[in-house]
């Protein structure tokens, strides 16, 4: 499928050493790794570019209908090996650095990923972009370019330190800066009345200035562009009165200021803090797409009342909210709509997708730092909440309170969609945080099952594997993944299994090496790899994890002969810098890895390893060699999980509760292909109700009680007993995430899958059910929703 022939690697040379020369301004003799990196990167490009301008002609040509995804955040990883997958031309490039005496893998590892985002929903968005091209969508992502992204992890005596991440101190070949694509901003001032009309006088300016990278999708039919903003100053940068009273640092203060809004991510997905940066930053980015959306529109097209017609903007959760209430304004303030029509009109063109329930979690922002920043868009808010409250007048919802702004109620009143990221969530949305708005708005909330692409986390990440799916169904399941299903067939042939559990088995072996290569730590490929890598959060439960882990060892140590199945427990993740109880969890499971892993009575069975810097890149070398995937929240409070999907799609078996998209995997793989534990979310509704469920389950479990023990007797922590004790309290005591009541039954299910693990042919039979019956999970499936039933648009190729 991806085989070259020799005259693509010979044109991959010269195009490699074209640039090598005339774009890097090096010979061969003396090229760094990153010279040739940047030499591959720039050939690539230029094989994108050519792609890139035949699609934007395109759209403009069909005047189509344009997608707008409007996102604080895009996990996009490395650039180079996308680039190369999506155009096939992976194999000659390899084959054209080996020529050139370089290796592949070390130059494709040069580039440092993009992580422009936290977690999940960062990394969706850019799976959306990718199949947004896939599909042949006309369409644009827009978001920040940070300067620092999400921090780098490191581990010192078990615990997190944080260090600022660089990317862009590299030389980066995928973006173009867009001159002509400034917009000035306006942040503060004052708000007067003229001729009737509102006119905001802000006191203070920056400009956003966009950079652009080309998205190409599958076969390089179709790229958009991911356009990111970067602030700088209004005026002139440098204050010359300043500088020549002899203030050299005072004399760039204006712009250092002016830099900050796109100075650094904000690296906590957990507590809304309601911070004056983060606001600027979202009305930043959201003010420059819109106002770049409409120039755009407005180039097109010269009746407005179109404008749901011919473009959609998609609400990544509610950090863009503020583009309501801007629309509005620059449809009734600027162009003059009668401000009902601004209301509609801008209704038709927005949708809210909500990631979170957790109401820690759902942005409000103090009236008196929305005033100070944006009184025009205050008072439009204020008129939005009276209009909606005109319509529905036994209506028992606000978007205003005393003192806050509700974003979430904001984004719903203004989407003419709002939707879930999985059956469960959105049914969790019509009955807890927006009932009263489902019951005004009946039609308005919908479902669209979050997927992943499978040219990143199958055939780029995982090529073998998917080298013998397409030997054996052909290459259509790459862009039509239910195909996948094609396989269910061959799993009964002992000769195909046997080359599907040597393709695991090699990846594992792979990742052992690697893992003793860089962390120095040893571990069986035979044993079974149980991972769980995602944010740390108290509901993702990483705690309940290790409490199993801790719990295991101690059984082992009691009778080391029992014929236990050997397991090597793998963990990844960043914790927000100021989330403390996260934090002392991964300095707990540290801890604990140590005390485990030198256990010479039971290391042959379990070890414990906490990897540092989880990252887009770790995850593609983690999960085609994992065995279990650990998807263990409490029951209601995971949106969707899309970590979850990539495990099954690359044949690792779940462990997991009923929660988020586990309940639609479950239904797909089949309940015997998954290892189902712990309480529904009505159950964990029902039981947080009774009085000392920790204490009951304690008392009920003494394997349970004893691993409590162990932490709160400091066994991990000999050195500082008391080290832990509080989340020994915590789980036995208030356990508000139910760590104690699940972990009985999370037990049971974890022996459960060792006893499975011991017969290896049925083990991969089942993991192989698991990558044919993933197929539903492509984020291909999901923009195909978000077309039909929000957007309404169509596709190009
Ligand atoms: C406002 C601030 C505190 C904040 C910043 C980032 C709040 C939330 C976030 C990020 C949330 C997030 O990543 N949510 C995840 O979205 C995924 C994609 O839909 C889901 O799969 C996952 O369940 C959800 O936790």
Redesign the pocket.
């Known amino acids: 499928m991806l085989k070259s022939t020799p005259a693509d690697a010979r044109a991959m040379r010269e195009a490699i050493l074209h640039h090598l020369t005339y774009s890097m301004g090096k010979d061969a003799a003396h090229a760094t790794r990153q010279d040739w990196r940047m030499a591959l990167s720039h050939a690539v490009r230029d094989q994108i570019t050519d792609r890139w301008f035949a699609s934007t002609r395109k759209s403009y040509e069909a005047k189509a209908k344009r997608v707008y995804y409007l996102s ?2 895009f996990l996009i990883g490395r650039l180079l090996e996308d680039g190369l997958v999506n155009l096939r031309m992976l194999d000659a490039a390899n084959e054209a650095l080996t020529a050139l005496e370089q290796d592949p893998a070390a130059v494709i590892a040069d580039e440092p990923d993009a992580a422009l ?8 968005a850019a799976c959306f972009l990718e199949s947004l091209s896939t599909l042949g969508v006309p369409a644009l992502g827009y978001g920040i370019r940070y300067e620092h992204g999400l921090f780098e992890q490191k581990f010192e005596y078990g615990r997190q330190v944080e260090t600022p991440e660089t990317w862009l101190q590299q030389p980066h070949a995928w973006e173009f800066e867009r001159a002509e694509a400034k917009y000035r901003l306006g942040f503060g001032g004052s708000v007067a009345v003229r001729d009737g009309r509102s006119v905001w006088t802000p006191d203070e300016a920056v400009v956003a200035a966009a950079y652009d990278t080309p998205v190409v999708g599958w076969q390089g039919r179709w790229a958009n562009t991911l356009r990111l903003w970067s602030a700088k100053p209004a005026n002139e940068s440098f204050d010359l009165d300043s500088f020549n009273a002899g203030d050299y640092i005072g004399a760039t203060a204006p712009e250092a200021q002016a830099r900050t809004i796109s100075r650094v991510l ?1 690296p ?6 309601g911070k004056v940066l ?1 606001l600027k930053q979202e009305y930043f980015f959201t003010a420059a797409s819109l106002h770049d959306i409409m120039r755009r529109f407005d180039s097109e097209h010269d009746d407005i009342a179109l404008l749901p017609k011919k473009v959609a903007v998609q609400l990544n ?3 863009p909210a503020i583009a309501g209430p801007e629309l509005v304004r620059i449809l009734h303030d600027e162009k003059g709509l009668p401000f009902d029509q601004a209301i509609d009109l801008a209704r038709g063109v927005l949708g809210y ?1 909500n ?2 329930l957790l109401p ?4 409000r922002w103090s009236e008196d730092i929305f005033h100070r920043l944006l009184p025009r868009h205050l008072q439009i808010i204020d008129r939005i909440d009276d209009a909606h409250a005109k319509a529905h007048p036994d209506r028992k919802v606000t978007i205003r309170e005393p003192g806050t702004v509700k974003m979430g109620e904001l984004s719903f009143v203004m989407a003419h969609r709002v939707n879930g ?2 059956a469960l ?1 959105t049914g969790l949305m019509k009955t807890t945080v927006f009932k009263e708005l489902d019951r005004l708005h009946p039609d308005r909330i919908v479902n669209q099952t ?1 997927g992943v692409t499978p040219r990143r986390w199958m055939l780029s990440c995982n090529p073998s594997l998917a080298e013998l799916i397409t030997a054996t169904i052909g290459d259509g399941w790459l862009s039509d993944l239910e195909r996948l299903t094609e396989l269910e067939p061959n799993i009964s042939d002992p000769e195909w299994l046997r080359s599907f559990t040597a393709i695991k088995r090699a990846n594992k072996a792979e990742l052992a090496a690697w893992m003793a290569a860089e962390h120095g730590v040893q571990v069986d490929p035979a044993a079974m790899f149980d991972v769980q890598i995602k ?1 740390l ?1 108290e509901y993702k439960r990483q705690h309940l994890n290790i409490l199993e882990a801790i719990a295991l060892w101690q059984e082992i140590r009691d009778n080391p002969d029992a014929g236990w199945t050997p397991r090597i427990k793998i963990f990844a993740g960043k914790a927000a810098p100021g989330y403390f109880f996260a934090k002392d969890i991964i300095r707990l499971i540290n801890d604990a890895s140590r005390v485990i892993n030198d256990d010479p009575v039971t290391n042959k069975y379990l070890k414990v390893i906490f990897l540092p810097n989880y990252n887009v890149s770790l995850a593609e070398r983690l999960i085609p060699a994992a065995d279990l995937s650990e998807q263990i ?1 409490t029951a209601g409070k ?6 979850n999907m990539k495990f099954a799609l690359n044949g690792a078996l779940t462990i997991g509760t009923l929660d ?2 586990n309940v639609e995997i479950r239904e797909h793989v089949g309940p015997e292909n998954f290892f189902l534990f712990g309480m529904t979310a009505e159950e964990v509704e029902a039981r947080r109700r009774i009085d000392g469920h920790a204490a009951q389950a304690i008392a009920t479990d003494p394997r349970l009680a004893r691993a409590i023990d162990a932490v709160r007797n400091g066994t991990f922590s000999p050195t500082e007993p008391g080290r832990y004790a509080h989340i020994a309290n915590n789980i036995a005591g208030a356990d508000y995430f139910l760590v104690s009541s699940d972990f009985t039954d999370y037990w049971r299910a974890q022996r459960a899958v060792d006893a499975a693990f011991r017969d290896q042919d049925q083990w991969m039979r089942m993991a192989a059910l698991n990558t044919a019956r993933s197929g539903w999970f492509s984020s291909d499936r999901t923009i195909r929703g978000y077309l039909r039933d929000v957007w309404e648009a169509e596709t190009l190729v």
């Open positions: 604080m955040e985002g936290n977690g999940g929903l960062g990394r969706l904000y906590d997905d957990t507590t809304e803090a983060r959760d509610t950090h997708t990631h979170t820690e979690a759902l942005e990221v999985s969530h979050n944010r959060h929240s995971e949106a969707s999980g899309t970590g988020g998209a």
